[in-house]
C-alpha cells in the first residue's frame, strides 16, 4: 500500500481518492491540476536516516515510500536517479562562490531528468493494466518515455515538433516507439497528444496532466539533500519550461520538511529563455500568466509558450520566496562552454541555461559568497549537438604534419 491519501485539486481545492480521478481535477478541466496529498505520520515511521542507511538501493526507488507507486515496475530495470552532485572545482570559484554543486541528470539512462517521471508512468501503468502509453514532447519527455517503454516492454506513442533537436529524434527513433512527428510547435504537440489520448484511450504521461509526473520528478530534490547529509540547499536553480521540474524541485523539499528530514525550504530560482519566459515574467510582475504563441530559443527544452503547471509552478516558486531570472540565447550557448572547459560537464542548452542564470544573479549580487547553491543539469549535451558546435568558434584544421602543430603552437593556439 502507498501512503498516498488523497489528490487535490490545485484551482478549487476538491480533493479525489486517489482511483477516482485518473488525471485532472473533471469539474475545473486542465488547469485543475491535481496534487498528491501523502500521510506524513505513517511514512516517517518507516522512512528515516536509519532506514535510508541501509537500503541498498542507488537509484530513484530508494525513496519508494514517498512514491505514488506500490513497487519498482520489475519489467523496469534500467537505473534512474541517483545522479551525482558534484562540488564545483572552477565555475564556483570563478564567480566569487563557495558552495556551488552541480546536479547531473544527464546521467540519467536517456540522458535527462525526465526519466524519473517516465519510471512512474510505468509503474502506474503497469499498475493499472495499461500497455500503451502516449506522450508530448519537447523532445526529452518522449526519447525518455520511448526508451523506458522499450526496457518496460510495452508500447508508447509520441507526438514531438519536427524541429526538435536531432539527438533526441534518434533516441526516440532508436527506441523504437510510434514517432509522430508534428508539423508544429511543442504546445500544439501537446494538444494534439491530448486528443488521440481521448479517442485512442492511451495511459497519458504528459506533465501537469498526469498528476504523478511531479512526483517522480521530486526524487531529484531528495536526492540532493541526501547527498548534503539531509543539510538543505540555500537556493536551487532550475530551468522552466511547464513548470513540472520546479514543482517537483519543491514537493521533494516539502515531503523532507515534513518528515523533519530537512529543517528549511530552499529558495527556488527558476530560469527561462528570453523568447520564452512566460512563468518568469508571471513571478517578476505578480500578474496572471500571459501565453506566447510563437516563443522561440535555441534551448528546446524549455520552449513551452502555453506551461502546463504554470499554477502550481508560479505558487512554489513565490512560497519558497524564490525568484524568476531570464536568459539570453547568447548566454545560454556561452554557459555550455563555461561549464564544459570549467568542470567537464555536458550540458545541453536548456540545462545550461541554468548555469547562464548563475554567472547572471552572482554578477548582480542576488547570489552570495556563502550561498549554499545547487544548479540543476537537467540534460546531456550530446542531445544537441548543433547548438554545442557553436561554443568556441570554429575547430582547427590542420595538414598531417609536424610543422603544422609546431606553428600553431608557437603562434599561442
Ligand atoms: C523538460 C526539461 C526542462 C523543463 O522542465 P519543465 O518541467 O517543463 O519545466 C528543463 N531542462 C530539460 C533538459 C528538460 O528536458
Ligand atoms: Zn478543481
Same mark, same amino acid.
Given at each position: ?42 511514512? =516517517? ?19 519508494l ?5 506500490? =513497487? ?17 572545482? =572552477? ?42 502509453l502516449t ?15 522499450a526496457?518496460?516492454?510495452? *508500447? ?38 491530448? !486528443?488521440?489520448? *481521448? ?26 539533500? !541526501? ?22 524541485a ?16 530552499? !529558495? ?10 512566460p ?28 506551461p ?34 570549467? !568542470?567537464?560537464?555536458?550540458a ?6 541554468s ?45 598531417? =604534419? ?8 608557437? *603562434?599561442?593556439?
Amino acid at each position: 500500500m502507498t501512503s498516498v491519501l488523497r489528490l487535490k485539486c490545485m484551482k478549487c481545492g476538491t480533493e479525489y481518492d486517489p482511483g477516482e480521478s485518473r488525471y485532472v481535477c473533471p469539474k475545473c478541466g486542465n488547469d485543475g491540476i491535481l496534487e498528491v496529498l501523502y500521510d506524513y505520520d505513517r511514512i =516517517r515511521r518507516n522512512f528515516t536516516r536509519r532506514t535510508l542507511q541501509n537500503d541498498p538501493e542507488f537509484s530513484m526507488w530508494r525513496y519508494l515510500a514517498l512514491l505514488p507507486v506500490e =513497487r519498482r515496475p520489475t519489467s523496469l530495470t534500467l537505473q534512474i536517479g541517483w545522479t551525482p552532485l558534484y562540488a564545483s572545482q =572552477r565555475v564556483g570559484p570563478a564567480l566569487g562562490l563557495d558552495h556551488v554543486w552541480f546536479k547531473d541528470d544527464g546521467r540519467n539512462p536517456t540522458a535527462s531528468l525526465k526519466d524519473r517521471a517516465s519510471a512512474i508512468a510505468i509503474a502506474k501503468a503497469a499498475e493499472l493494466g495499461e500497455h500503451v502509453l502516449t506522450a508530448a514532447t519537447t523532445g526529452n519527455a518522449g526519447s525518455s518515455l520511448a526508451g523506458l517503454a522499450a526496457n518496460a516492454g510495452v *508500447e508508447a506513442y509520441i507526438f514531438a515538433p519536427a524541429s526538435a533537436p536531432a539527438g533526441k529524434i534518434a533516441q526516440l527513433r532508436v527506441f523504437g516507439s510510434h514517432l509522430f512527428l508534428v508539423d508544429g510547435n511543442y504546445d500544439q504537440a501537446f494538444d494534439l497528444c491530448m !486528443e488521440a489520448t *481521448e479517442q485512442f484511450g492511451w495511459y497519458n504521461r504528459n506533465t501537469a496532466f498526469n498528476p504523478y509526473m511531479v512526483e517522480g520528478k521530486k526524487t531529484v530534490a531528495l536526492e540532493i539533500a !541526501e547527498q548534503l547529509a539531509f543539510e538543505a540547499p540555500d537556493k536551487v536553480i532550475v530551468p522552466v519550461g511547464d513548470g513540472c521540474i520546479i514543482s517537483g524541485a519543491a514537493k521533494g523539499f516539502r515531503d523532507l520538511l515534513a518528515i523533519g528530514l530537512i529543517d528549511h525550504m530552499p !529558495e527556488l530560482i527558476a530560469v527561462q529563455a528570453e523568447g520564452c519566459a512566460p512563468i518568469a515574467e508571471a513571478v517578476i510582475s505578480g500578474k496572471p500568466i500571459t501565453y506566447l504563441e510563437d516563443p522561440t530559443s535555441c534551448a528546446d527544452s524549455i520552449v513551452a509558450g502555453i506551461p502546463r503547471n504554470h499554477l502550481m509552478a508560479v505558487r512554489d516558486i513565490r512560497a519558497s520566496a524564490g525568484l524568476a531570472v531570464t536568459v539570453s540565447d547568447d548566454e545560454i550557448i556561452d554557459a555550455i562552454g563555461f561549464l564544459g572547459r570549467n !568542470e567537464g560537464i555536458f550540458a545541453e542548452p536548456a540545462a545550461a541555461a541554468s548555469v547562464a542564470a548563475l554567472r547572471k544573479l552572482a554578477d548582480s549580487g542576488d547570489l552570495h559568497k556563502d550561498d549554499r547553491t545547487v544548479v540543476l543539469i537537467t540534460g546531456n549535451g550530446l542531445k544537441d549537438v548543433q547548438n554545442a558546435l557553436k561554443v568556441n568558434g570554429t575547430a582547427m584544421t590542420i595538414p598531417p =604534419r609536424i610543422d603544422a602543430v609546431e606553428r600553431a603552437i608557437a *603562434e599561442g593556439f
